[in-house]
């Protein structure tokens, strides 16, 4: 006589391999895991870190092509770090962010979009680098879901206080990465122990490296960078990580939160450039 088969999945949020009918993960306390509302193919796919960080990463490539669509600035004139450049006018249309944009015409939406923008290929280049580097690991330890919301709120941190600081124009991805960062070493010195103390170690060589890298640069942001830092630490401590506090329906809805932000946002700075290459005025 056959025994029953038992049909194992992974759970929809910490992704340990259980019975798809158990009643809640036993391992997160998920409740209803394989229901078809939190097990299919979509939920799966938005989920799952590794497609969240090749989206990330694919929107930022893409709305540098179209910076460098729009530009009037001549490409591969120049030097090394100026090499692929758009203008700062294809910058200002698309979501550049800072006290022009914000107090001059309005643009508080910028403090989304900007987080999406660079100023050249080694610009670019570096960030996500970064990105592909620290996204996985706080997916890791704080969950998929917040790792969506510390990148999203933590360069909206950085922007805010560079524009208090009195920035006048600013863009680029490495605010939301302080905000990894800032997540990361709240982690290290809150969990503590062997790992725990590599993970800050690790964490705070980017943190001097940042620092140093602004003091020998021109034009870094430094306040967007140390926002999105003390952003990351605060938003690491009221969402928790995964060691002490499972993800929730909490986390979730956070998170979907940024992303229709980030959606509207980046819709609004293609249709300012839209408008602006037409003849037209958007603001």
Same mark, same amino acid.
């Given at each position: 006589? =056959? ?8 759970? %929809? ?34 989920? $799952? ?21 729009? =530009? ?16 700062? =006018?294809?910058?200002? #249309? ?5 006290? #022009? %944009? ?39 330890? +704080? ?12 360069? #909206?941190?950085?922007?805010?206080? $560079? +524009? ?107 249709? =300012? ?11």
């Amino acid at each position: 006589m =056959s025994t029953p088969e038992r049909r194992s999945i992974l759970c %929809p949020n910490c992704n340990k391999l259980i019975s798809r009918d158990e009643p809640s993960c036993p391992w997160c306390g998920t409740a209803r895991p394989g229901s078809w509302l939190k097990n299919n193919p979509l939920t799966r796919s938005v989920g $799952s870190a590794d497609r969240l960080v090749t989206i990330i990463i694919t929107v930022n490539v893409v709305m540098y092509v179209v910076s460098l669509l729009i =530009s009037n600035r001549p490409q591969g004139s120049g030097g090394l770090f100026s090499a692929l450049s758009p203008d700062q =006018s294809s910058l200002f #249309v698309l979501g550049a962010t800072g006290v #022009v %944009p914000i107090d001059r015409y309005g643009r508080f939406w910028t403090l989304l979009t900007a987080n999406y923008l660079h100023g050249g290929v080694l610009h670019i280049l570096f960030n996500m680098m970064a990105l592909r580097q620290l996204l996985p690991l706080v997916a890791q330890e +704080y969950g998929t879901w917040r790792m969506l919301t510390i990148y999203t709120l933590g360069g #909206v941190a950085g922007y805010v206080l $560079s +524009y208090f600081a009195g920035v006048g124009y600013t863009i680029g991805a490495s605010a939301a990465l302080c905000g990894l960062i800032g997540s990361l070493l709240y982690y290290g010195k809150s969990r503590g122990g062997l790992y725990g103390q590599a993970v800050f170690k690790e964490v705070w060589g980017w943190v001097v490296g940042l620092f140093l890298f602004g003091l020998v640069v021109p034009g870094i942001n430094n306040w967007g960078h140390g926002g999105g830092v003390v952003g990351g630490i605060i938003l690491g401590f009221l969402l928790g990580y995964r060691e002490r506090r499972a993800e929730n329906l909490f986390h979730k809805f956070l998170a979907l939160g940024c992303i229709l932000a980030s959606v509207a946002a980046l819709a609004l700075g293609l249709l =300012s450039a839209f408008f602006t290459l037409s003849g037209g005025h958007f603001h």
